[in-house]
């Protein structure tokens, strides 16, 4: 999984990298895969919320994958 907006949280690997939109704006994305590199989510937001700036949309992204990791870890654990 190559990315330029990365990051491990938890037990997981949030994808955060924006999708460039016609006008110059970008629409944020998030997918979130476990230690294994499994994808286990992809949600893209709402065309209707684009951010002027890359950064904006990656920081978004970041955010709701915590908010998702936080509520999910109980149930995606690796073993021991």
């Known amino acids: 999984m190559t990315t330029k907006h990365g990051m491990r949280y938890k ?8 999708k460039p939109l016609a006008d110059g704006r ?3 994305q998030v997918a ?5 590199g499994v994808r286990l ?6 065309a209707r919320d684009p951010f002027a700036t890359e950064d904006e949309a990656v920081e978004y992204a970041k955010a ?11 149930t995606h654990r690796p073993e021991p």
């Open 64 to 74: 709701w994958g915590k908010t998702w990791a936080d509520e999910h870890e109980a």
């Open 32 to 36: 979130v895969a476990d230690e294994e």
């Open 11 to 18: 037990n997981f690997i949030l994808l955060c990298d924006p």
């Open 41 to 46: 989510i992809e949600h893209p937001f709402p």
């Open 26 to 28: 970008f629409g944020a």
